[in-house]
């Protein structure tokens, strides 16, 4: 009998398996590639202190970050690319490193900067999660985590402040939303009717943009005026993760 799965990650809310987008890529790659994973989501039980999950764990491994999740998984034959070929392959790994340039920074910045956002539905939300004292203390120190990450990419010359940073990043993230849409198309998945990893990682970063009811939701907006990839979303959620549209 193969060693137990466990993956730890942020629970759901608004009709989501989990609100947290590197979580969302791991079970959403797990429910494709038919990897049996005990799914246990942080509760007040909660002893960790730096918010660096998802983490997978097994007899004699712990894994974290997506990208190294999957590839783990790969090497116990739980495989969503085996159909794929050589060029999709290789544009797979293309479109990935998009979506994280492109497309992550405004994710961040819509979850933990923008501060009206942050305050009235990350912070409490995340806070709830986990045991006090440490709820006083996480969701900031994620929110710097974020900020710090954006700035890694994107505060070099000429954009040496934050508000022409933000400029920038969600200017960036429609472009690279319109970009999907046109890839996507009427197809199902990104090739065609299985869903691959990169499946998995567009869904995982929309599929929060487009569900949690923030009160700033610029990109949101523009995310929802692509029905393509709003039907991805919620055939995703229905289909793999038995999450009616009227769950949200």
Not at 13 to 36: D, I, N, Q, R, T
Request: hydrophobic letters at 40%; a positive charge.
């Amino acid at each position: 009998m193969a060693a137990p799965l466990e993956l730890s990650c942020w629970g759901g809310g608004w009709g989501l398996p989990s609100v947290h987008s590197e979580s969302l890529v791991v079970m959403a790659y797990a429910k494709f590639s038919g990897a049996p994973l005990k799914v246990n989501v942080i509760d007040n039980t909660w002893r960790g202190s730096r918010g660096d999950v998802p983490i997978l764990t097994t007899e004699d491994n712990v894994v974290s970050q997506p990208a190294k999740i999957l590839n783990f998984l790969r090497k116990q034959k739980y495989n969503a690319d085996y159909e794929l070929s050589a060029k999709q392959g290789a544009d797979t790994l293309a479109y990935i490193a998009l979506l994280e340039e492109k497309l992550l920074p405004a994710v961040l910045h819509t979850f933990w900067v923008e501060s009206d956002n942050y305050f009235t539905v990350t912070k409490p939300w995340f806070a709830s999660q986990i045991p006090f004292p440490l709820s006083l203390i996480l969701p900031g120190r994620m929110s710097r985590g974020a900020l710090n990450r954006i700035l890694l990419t994107r505060g070099q010359p000429p954009l040496y402040h934050l508000r022409e940073v933000e400029a920038q990043i969600y200017r960036d993230a429609k472009e690279c939303l319109n970009l999907l849409s046109n890839r996507l198309g009427t197809s199902q998945f990104f090739f065609g009717n299985t869903p691959s990893t990169l499946d998995a990682y567009v869904f995982g970063f929309l599929a929060p943009l487009y569900k949690v009811r923030f009160p700033k939701i610029q990109l949101q907006e523009h995310l929802k005026q692509l029905s393509n990839l709003c039907r991805f979303c919620d055939d995703i959620l229905s289909s793999y993760f038995r999450i009616s549209l009227g769950d949200g």
